[in-house]
């Protein structure tokens, strides 16, 4: 019998910590945190993606060629999202005339 | 039925290894291409919102936030099932294998089943753009665009699980026909990493959609 990439304790614990994680982005979320509602609910599923990406899909054990696949599409996503959102966060921070 | 020992090994590759890491890296370099097109509607999202954040809200507000957390649950759990086929994969139990496809299938249709639900909901309380849409908030055309944001990218995401169960089923049948053994069952880790991916890509809307209006219900 082949040795498993994973065991099933580590798929368990990886579910646990998921629904934990569930769990607890739900019950932050029904709470009036102000501006911090959405960060804090971005981080966490951050971390649940951080887990499935780990553990579920095997990031963690693939080859090095595989985690540089996955951090070329994140980081893709994040010049994506930073450099558009840069440009309409800051659109009215100078007050020029007529604008 | 194609022999696994057969499978395992095609002449233009080296070794086995060498064959199993070619598809792997490829199936990610698909899944990249599938953050760029929900990255580009995320994208989107953060621009609206950040313009309009109290229409957002209130639209966020009017999620059915039990159901959207429940099956978050259960798409997690589908995920489990999943992480669950491929380790019998692994370790050459094919009867195990199967039940928990099997498995993965039915918890993810349980998913679609309260998800269209939720639309049907949403429908009956007239929160559905275009066809039954009614609002008298003086930003109703913001609360609105929430929602075409929100049917366009769940529903973007439910047409991914309705193709990953037909990708699922494909892996059933090929199960059950005996194409996989423990030196062969790279299509099913292939399916896993969709499954799984999909499952990522859910656990964010549930975190731009649900929660930044949960608190004002």
Same mark, same amino acid.
């Given at each position: ?99 | ?150 049917? *366009?990218? %769940?529903? !973007?995401?439910? #047409? ?6 037909? =990708?699922?089923? @494909?892996? /059933? *049948?090929? %199960?059950? !026909?005996?194409? #996989? ?6 299509? =099913?880790?292939? @399916?896993? /990493? ?24």
């Amino acid at each position: 019998m082949s040795q498993p990439t994973v065991s099933v304790r580590t798929y368990a614990f990886t579910l646990m910590g998921l629904l934990g994680l569930t769990l607890l982005t739900s019950l932050a979320g029904l709470q009036d945190l102000g501006r911090w509602n959405v960060p804090i609910a971005l981080v966490i599923a951050l971390a649940k993606a951080s887990l499935i990406a780990a553990f579920f899909m095997h990031a963690f054990y693939d080859s090095k060629l595989v985690r540089v696949v996955l951090a070329g599409g994140v980081i893709w996503f994040l010049i994506l999202i930073t450099l558009t959102l840069v440009d309409y966060i800051t659109r009215g921070w100078l007050p020029f005339p007529g604008k | 039925m194609a022999d696994p020992s057969v499978l395992a090994l095609r002449e233009q590759f080296h070794d086995p290894e060498q064959q199993r890491e070619t598809s792997t890296v490829g199936m990610w370099v698909f899944l990249v291409t599938e953050v760029m097109l929900f990255g580009g509607l995320f994208t989107a999202f953060f621009v609206y919102r950040l313009s309009h954040p109290v229409a957002f809200d209130r639209g966020s507000a009017d999620m059915e936030f039990v159901i959207g957390a429940v099956n978050t649950a259960v798409l997690i759990f589908s995920s489990f099932a999943m992480a669950m086929a491929v380790h019998s994969a692994e370790v050459g139990k094919r009867g195990r294998l199967a039940v928990f496809l099997l498995l993965t299938m039915l918890v993810g249709f349980v998913f679609l089943g309260l998800k269209f639900w939720e639309y049907y909901l949403h429908y009956l309380h007239h929160e559905f753009p275009a066809i039954s849409f009614h609002n008298t908030r003086p930003d109703a055309a913001y609360v609105q665009m929430f929602f075409v944001f929100y049917f *366009l990218m %769940t529903g !973007l995401h439910a #047409f991914h699980m309705i193709i990953g169960e037909g =990708v699922l089923g @494909a892996t /059933l *049948l090929r %199960t059950l !026909l005996g194409s #996989f053994s423990e030196s062969y069952h790279t299509p =099913v880790e292939l @399916a896993g /990493l969709y499954w799984h991916f999909v499952d990522t890509v859910w656990v964010f809307l549930f975190a731009i959609f649900y929660i930044p209006g949960a608190h004002l219900r």
